[in-house]
């Protein structure tokens, strides 16, 4: 196999299958039950994962397409991530469109798969050409996916502010790009690193870093840009959200951590970019937590909350070079099985027409579902930070890098916060197992099998990252590493 | 008095500005002309007979008679676009003639004579241009506050968007053959062998030319696409409520567009001002005739495609909506795509 | 001789345009009717496709015309005629905007000129980029970076058109 | 011979023009096209910088912008014609079925 | 792998794994009941296994398991006990199947969460005994956290619970992020989170030299500690937790991790900052002595009562740890085993009123005495050891305590705190007998009246009768515990400290840097 090929395989895979569902969905009459595309594309990320191990196995760092992409540990880890994520995703919307009423089932595969391919790319790209068309592949994809249930008045208007303010976002993301092209001369990561130290327009450098950031602060719902994300994610269909508020953020983040490596080389603009992060990583923790302290939607509330944990994550960034990326890398996986998880559930117990919508009306669920209330529980106690959690973890992780670094100003507000944020996750718990139940019973459809698979794994890999971290730690501290010797 | 290099540029330029859109302008009133005479005596009559000799003083009567009508300005339309739409599609349908090379190069004193403008970029202006016309044909419609108007316009926008990418890319083939995009350029690539040479013959582009003959047909929403002023359906369409002198202008965008495509058709697949027995025949004649001759083979093939155009009009029916938007859609555009393909394999198998 | 003219012509060309372009910006802002916020922007599209023609783009001229004036913002005319938008109310909610949209523009605003003009100096001037005839195209030396260099990012470009086709279709069609 | 900086100081004013727009306009689709003026303020940033790298990286960015730009636009629009079946207004203030 | 090397691990994961078993078994009360039982029981037969095979006399841990678990960060899975933790891992065995027994009859519904929840509960609290490496420990402390907030919210007693839960969860959850903080900063320092590598480096005063921080370092342990004991003023969550919990969690809520915590990982990892914050320490032990018994004396509500009660003990640990001499650590460590079966008695006691009358308030009961001889006669001997009567386990580590306050360098007249703390004692006999008087003697209630309720059942009798048994055993025969939790006193103490105190007394001072070591004062030796 080539380099090149190798170097995108599991891309390619997905956009083949991604192709394959759009040119057999047209055999089925529109509102036939499209699961076996489903299914089809449950096998391509199957696929695709399959590739990325490839990847994995070949143990070496390529670069390919004229130095635009770069197949290294840390590329390879974020695939991993973002097929799975896919993976969990895809398998809790199987059974999430009722056959026979809504029409476009089939295109939402392909969306899907499209979409992370776009994500997908951006972890491996080190120019900011291909970075920029993942992140609007990525993007578009998502807007859409945020609007798919046309038959809620909610849907277009989630989808219209995702999209009103994601493009806003972009705005700002190209005019950065387009300002570190004019302090370097190059659009390539690399290049720019190596530019930047040596820049004649050290404060236009600074300039393109802060605008790069204010683009991908608002792509991540980074405080003080995250007000599109609770009306978002209270309008877009419950697995949707579990998609959009993990796979497109850890891409974005991955990008991030990218864009950081480029600051390495000079130590005035890496102290001035730790501190643009610290402020908004603080930010962030602090209006994530204040806002979802004061809501009742539960889906607005979980918004709210991974605004917080976007301003945790970016604690990480404050750190050691190695350091900061293995932590951040770590504490998105980790955050993707609970949020993932969190929202399948969400979408099992509420089905298409998320009849349960203000925490009361989870009152007392985990007399009539046990198992999924349970599951619900464990992935809010992961949120929560509870020890032998892939959240915890995470956290753990993410600010023993900030201490390490020297930064316990920002551990200390970090861990007050999640002190703070266990107050309305354990609202939402203490409803579920509350005696009374709530009025919006909601009828239970009867969760789909694929559905419970998709809830089980997200439970084992959030358990797993919690108490074995080592495999997954030890394959973000590989890929930490090749970026920091790449950027030195 | 002695003109600088730069002083006489623009003096030289500004007289072909005038001289070529004088020329247009005459053009395309003959070109009405023609159209009544053919479509009469297709039709079995004489069509206008009795101004001047042949009825050939017939365009300065309609100029007179529009020019003179009294120009109603409805009460709810939005003045300003009302105003400005003609003005566009007319100034977009001129515009474009400005890069045609209607002749053979000929400098005096370093500046192209028979070019307004020779721009590296030639054919895409011609296309921006174009896709900037729709803007008069939109507009129109939208500030007629008329909903036959606004249907006519929508319909019109919608078709010369659709068949605007299928225009584009069954142009792609020539480009691909001249390997640029400045009109006398693509024009000389034709050069060598008289008329096999041409892009329709020699350049097996004959496929890209119906596309983009078609396609050009329903970018101005000319006969059997003329679906925006079915006045079955549509009243007038998008002009229903322009009279006098906007009306005028509307209808000599629409004769200056039939214009621009068939000098683009010429240009593009037959030859531009070559003649078809170029490279055959040794040059002969003083300089002058020389230089002129090419004018004549121009004028002829752009005569012979706006014949094809009023003959076409004359003989086939007008299509459906959704007809013409699947035919765009779903014909023309993967054959475009086809063609570009096989052009494209031709050439790297030949090379 | 010949390089005042090209400065005096450039220099014409940049105010003209530049000015023509800022103006349309403006007007963007105050009209408030959406159909001629979007005329305003073709305006100012066509003025930068000039100035773009200026700075020796003359390909991205072309495409800004073609793609941006010529199909974008026929699109967006198109919708706002299919929708029959009209002019569009004051509010409670536009007030607050403006209070807090403008000191922000100039805001973002000076921070970036201040930037641009500080470290100004160190930048170049700008040559009059396509000449006035017969100029030698750069679109050659653009198309073989973008199938070569540039390859991946081209051909994944289609991977966002098809998204976005999708995305139209499956948003825009009337649910039955 | 125009100084670079002026091209961006031009593009600076553009860009803040589409911010100023994006947040006192109350109507979709005026805001998505203050977006759109945003972007081509980008784009003019680009070009001049490409001019003053001489390197054609610039310019080809802008190509993409523009097709990304022309993507982002169908499905924008196409959202904006899904919420105007919904909800009949084009006002995003009276679009607010959303809140905590 | 020996039995000795496992058997940790086995004891704490054995309740987990019965957990699990039983989540997955069908959720019929009954099976549920037997299955916790049996696990509980096993669990305790296997803690049995460390006081039968422990090598007295040795200071350090034993049933040692070290082995790497995660690379970087370095975390190992590092267990052990030694005289300290063995004692409380048995005591926590022990108290299991006496809870489930007591929750016999009072949950009647749901079971199958209680029990789930009440094991895994036990997994995190055995976990937080024997865990050596920082960061497993921290995972069990936190986890402790979680069962119990979700047994109060859900088998709470008035519609309160949700809020308990959280105010208890909130209380416990806030400062262990700062207890996160400090950790992390000692990882920052040393690379390490193993506490005996720890305890060495502080030791040899290798952890940090930057004093300030050290000592914001050791303020974040011992606050979030001090919050789980409760030490006044931090008490706010426990009397609504202990009046919205049920019984069996009652008796594992307070006093036990908070206080196990101080003694290992303040005093272990921050020997100077601890000894440096003892005199506030000794006086809020003191002062909560005092107020948790007058506020006691004034509640109607016996729930409320227990629970300033054991505020007022878990006070008189927290005087006697922080006097820093082998008797006050020796008297402490016994009294917190001593207070988990007495405390635990008691509220089993009241649980079992409350099932009968169906209520906590004691204006509503009295004169059930001839009802209920049984109940009586073992509620009188739980109050009569809560009250530290000579001769039961109680008087042994109230004794030590006090005698060791008395020796105390850290404070100025040690004297002024032990008399304080010694009227506590003496207000606390006079609230516990006020209530047996209350509840037991004089006129008929008024529930009573109404119910008629039933002497203690033959299981009850097996829950309480053990208990009574200890009282009296762990009041004679103190020595056989005392020969473990001794080791542990003096090997602490015998630490050498350089202590750069501020003392208001000048004579202490001049004592320093040697610390009198006490040799064999205490008269229950």
């Known amino acids: 196999m080539s380099s090149a090929l190798l170097s995108i395989l599991p891309e390619v895979v997905l956009t083949v299958t991604g192709v394959l569902i759009m040119l057999i969905d047209p055999f089925f009459a529109p509102t036939a039950s499209k699961k076996a595309l489903g299914w089809l594309a449950v096998l391509g990320t199957l696929g695709a994962a399959g590739a990325t191990l490839l990847q994995l196995r070949s143990h070496q760092i390529l670069v390919t397409f004229s130095g635009s992409i770069q197949m290294d540990t840390f590329s390879v880890f974020f695939h991993l991530l973002i097929a799975s994520i896919v993976l969990l995703t895809l398998l809790v919307s199987l059974d999430y469109f009722k056959p026979g009423v809504t029409s476009h089932s089939g295109e939402y595969f392909a969306l899907v798969l499209f979409g992370s391919v776009g994500m997908m790319l951006m972890t491996c790209s080190v120019e900011l050409l291909m970075v920029f068309i993942g992140l609007e592949i990525s993007s578009i994809s ?45 659009t390539s990561l690399t290049g720019i690193a190596s530019g930047l130290s040596i820049t004649a327009f050290p404060t236009m450098a600074f300039l393109a870093l802060a605008m790069m950031l204010v683009g991908l602060g608002f792509k991540v719902s980074a405080a003080p840009f995250h007000v599109w994300t609770p009306d978002v994610y209270q309008g877009a269909p419950a697995p949707v959200v579990g998609l959009m508020s993990t796979a497109p953020k850890a891409a974005v983040f991955a990008v991030l951590l990218r864009i950081t490596a480029t600051t390495y080389s000079s130590e005035l603009l890496h102290a001035r970019w730790v501190l643009l992060i610290g402020i908004i990583a603080v930010l962030s923790m602090t209006i994530g937590n204040l806002g979802a302290l004061l809501q009742k939607d539960a889906k607005r509330m979980l918004a709210y909350s991974s605004i917080a944990h976007a301003g945790y994550l970016m604690v990480a960034y404050t750190a050691l070079p190695a350091d900061s990326i293995a932590a951040a890398a770590f504490y998105t996986a980790g955050y993707a099985a609970m949020n993932v998880g969190a929202f399948a559930v969400i979408s099992q117990l509420g089905g298409y027409d998320e009849p349960l919508r203000t925490i009361d009306d989870y009152r007392g669920l985990a007399q009539k579902h046990p198992v999924l209330a349970a599951a619900l529980a464990f992935f809010l106690l992961s949120l929560v930070g509870i020890p032998f959690t892939g959240g915890f973890f995470g956290k753990f992780y993410v600010f023993n890098a900030a201490i390490g670094a020297g930064h316990v100003w920002l551990a200390v507000l970090g861990l007050l916060n999640s002190g703070v944020a266990c107050f309305y996750y354990l609202r939402l718990l203490t409803a579920l197992y509350s005696r009374q139940l709530g009025e919006e019973g909601g009828e239970f459809e009867g969760s789909s099998p694929a559905a419970v698979i998709a809830i089980a794994g997200a439970v084992l890999a959030t358990l797993l990252l919690g108490v074995l971290p080592g495999k997954v730690l030890g394959l973000a501290q590989r890929g930490a590493t090749v970026q920091v010797s790449r950027n030195r | 008095m002695h003109l600088s290099d730069f002083q006489l540029f623009v003096l030289i330029t500004i007289i072909k500005i005038a001289v070529v859109l004088v020329i247009t302008l005459t053009a395309v009133a003959y070109t009405v002309l023609l159209e009544r005479k053919v479509i009469g005596r297709i039709q079995n009559r004489w069509g206008p007979s009795r101004v001047g000799p042949f009825g050939l003083l017939q365009p300065l009567a309609d100029g007179i008679k529009l020019f003179l009508k009294e120009d109603l300005m409805p009460m709810s339309v939005e003045r300003p676009l009302f105003v400005a739409a003609p003005v566009i599609a007319l100034a977009c349908a001129l515009v474009s003639v400005a890069v045609v090379p209607f002749g053979a190069t000929f400098k005096i004193q370093g500046v192209d004579i028979f070019q307004v403008s020779n721009v590296n970029i030639g054919l895409l202006v011609i296309l921006g241009i174009t896709s900037i016309g729709v803007y008069g044909i939109a507009l129109s419609g939208w500030s007629s506050n008329n909903k036959y108007s606004l249907m006519g316009s929508l319909r019109a926008s919608s078709q010369v968007i659709s068949y605007e990418l299928a225009l584009g890319l069954s142009l792609v083939g020539v480009v691909l053959r001249a390997g640029s995009l400045n009109l006398r350029d693509i024009v000389n690539s034709q050069i060598g062998h008289g008329f096999l040479s041409w892009n329709f013959f020699g350049g097996l582009q004959f496929v890209g030319f119906f596309i983009y003959i078609m396609a050009a047909y329903a970018e101005t929403n000319r006969a059997p696409f003329d679906l925006p002023e079915a006045e079955s359906e549509l009243v007038a369409g998008y002009h229903t409520e322009y009279s006098s002198m906007k009306f005028a202008m509307f209808f000599m965008a629409e004769y200056a567009n039939m214009l621009t495509v068939s000098c683009v058709a010429t240009l593009l697949f037959f030859g531009g001002a070559s003649s078809p027995f170029e490279g055959w025949l040794p040059a002969f004649g003083p300089a002058w005739l020389q230089a002129v001759l090419p004018i004549f083979w121009f004028v002829a093939k752009v005569f012979a495609f706006l014949f094809l155009y009023i003959w076409v009009r004359a003989t086939l029916p007008r299509f459906r909506y959704d007809q013409l938007m699947s035919f765009g859609w779903k014909f023309l555009l993967p054959l475009a795509m086809a063609n570009i393909l096989a052009t494209s394999l031709i050439m790297a198998l030949r090379s | 001789m010949n390089e005042l003219v090209d400065t005096i012509m450039h220099l014409a060309l940049f105010l003209i345009f530049g000015g023509l372009a800022v103006l349309a910006a403006l007007n963007l802002l105050l009209q408030r009717h959406p159909i001629n916020s979007a005329l305003s922007l073709v305006v100012v599209m066509m003025s930068l496709a000039v100035l773009y023609w200026s700075l020796g783009a003359e390909f991205l001229a072309a495409a800004q015309i073609i793609v941006y004036s010529g199909a974008v913002m026929v699109l967006f005319v198109f919708v706002i005629m299919l929708l029959n938008a009209g002019e569009e109310e004051r509010t409670k909610g536009s007030k607050i905007a403006s209070i807090a949209g403008f000191p922000g523009a100039v805001a973002i605003f000076c921070l970036l000129s201040f930037v641009f003009l500080s470290e100004g100096h160190k930048l170049g001037l700008s040559h009059l980029g396509g000449s006035l005839d017969e100029a030698t195209s750069n679109i050659s030396q653009i198309s073989s970076l973008l199938f070569t260099d540039l390859l991946l990012p081209f051909e994944v470009t289609s991977i966002l058109i098809l998204v976005a086709i999708l995305g139209a279709v499956v948003l825009a069609k009337k649910e039955r | 011979m125009v100084p670079i900086s002026y091209y961006l100081v031009l593009a600076a004013i553009l860009f803040s023009l589409g911010i100023a727009a994006y947040l006192v306009k109350r109507n979709v689709i005026t805001i998505f096209i203050s977006i759109e003026l945003m972007l081509n303020a980008v784009n003019l940033t680009f070009i001049a910088f490409a001019h003053q790298w001489n390197k054609l990286n610039g310019q080809i960015f802008v190509f993409f912008v523009m097709v990304v730009a022309a993507a982002e636009a169908a499905v924008g629009l196409a959202i904006i014609i899904a919420l105007f079946r919904s909800r009949q207004t084009l006002n995003v203030d009276q679009v607010n079925l959303l809140k905590g | 792998m020996t039995i000795d090397s496992s058997i940790l691990s086995l004891i704490v994961f054995f309740p987990t794994v019965g957990a699990i078993l039983l989540a997955l078994l069908p959720a019929n009360p009954t099976l549920q009941k037997w299955g916790a039982l049996v696990v509980t029981l096993l669990t305790f037969l296997f803690t049995l296994h460390l006081p039968a095979h422990y090598q007295y006399g040795l200071s350090g841990y034993q049933f040692e398991v070290n082995v790497p678990w995660i690379a970087s960060p370095a975390i190992r899975y590092h267990l052990g006990v030694d005289g300290l933790s063995m004692w409380l891992v048995v005591l926590s065995g022990f108290l299991a199947p006496l809870g489930v027994l007591i929750s016999w009859r009072a949950i009647d519904r749901r079971e199958k969460l209680f029990y789930t929840l009440f094991l895994l509960q036990q997994t995190a609290m055995i976990g937080v005994f024997v865990a050596l490496d920082l960061f497993l420990y921290y995972g069990f402390w936190e986890w402790s956290l979680v069962p119990m907030a979700i047994l109060i919210a859900t088998f709470g007693r008035t519609d309160k619970r949700a809020k308990a839960a959280l105010k208890y969860f909130l209380y416990a959850f806030i400062p262990s992020a700062i207890l996160l903080v400090g950790m992390l900063w000692v990882y920052a320092q040393t690379g390490t989170f193993d506490l005996p590598m720890l305890q060495q480096m502080a030791a040899s005063h290798s952890i940090s030299s930057n004093q300030t921080a050290l000592w914001l370092a050791s303020l974040a342990f011992l606050v979030a500690f001090a919050v789980k004991v409760p030490v006044f003023p931090l008490h706010g969550w426990l009397s609504d937790a202990i009046f919205e919990a049920p019984t069996a969690a009652v008796m594992v809520l307070a006093g036990k991790l908070g206080l196990y915590s101080i003694l290992r990982f303040s005093f272990g990892i921050f020997p100077e900052q601890s000894r440096q914050i003892a005199p506030l320490m000794i006086a809020l032990g003191a002062i909560g002595i005092a107020y948790g018994a007058l506020v006691a004396l004034v509640q109607k509500d016996l729930k409320r009562l227990a629970a300033y009660s054991t505020l007022g003990h878990l006070s008189f640990i927290t005087l006697g740890i922080f006097s820093f001499t082998v008797a006050g650590i020796d008297g402490g460590v016994y009294q917190i085993i ?134 009296v055993v762990m009041g004679v025969a103190s020595p056989y515990w005392m020969r473990a939790i001794d080791s542990f006193g003096a090997g602490f103490i015998n630490q050498p400290v350089v202590l750069n105190l501020r003392i208001a007394d000048p004579h202490s001072a001049t004592n320093l840097p040697g610390i009198p070591v006490s040799g064999t004062e205490g008269g229950a030796r």
Do not use: C
């Open chain 5, 338 to 471: 001593n207070h988990g079966i007495s405390g635990g008695a008691l509220f089993m006691l009241l649980g079992a009123l409350y099932e009968r009358y169906g209520t906590y308030d004691m204006r509503e009961l009295g004169g059930v005495a001839q009802k209920l001889p049984w109940m009586v006669t073992l509620f009188v001997i739980t109050a009569l050891s809560n009250i530290g009567l000579p001769g039961l386990n109680g008087f042994v580590g109230e004794f030590l305590t006090l005698s060791g306050s008395l020796q105390t360098i850290y404070v100025a007249h040690p004297m002024i705190w032990t008399a304080i703390a010694t009227t506590g004692v003496i207000f606390s006999a006079g609230y516990m007998l006020w209530a047996v008087q209350r509840i037991f003697y004089g006129g008929m209630g008024r529930r009573p009246d109404e119910v008629s309720g039933w002497d203690l059942d033959a299981r009850e009798q097996v829950a309480l009768w053990p208990m009574a048994v200890l009282f």
């Open chain 1, 142 to 186: 998502t807007y859409i996916l945020a609007g798919y249930r046309k038959g809620q008045a909610t849907a277009s208007e989630s989808s219209l502010k995702y999209f009103l303010l994601g493009s806003f976002a972009t705005a700002f993301f190209l005019y950065g790009i387009a300002l570190a092209f004019g302090a370097t001369g190059t």
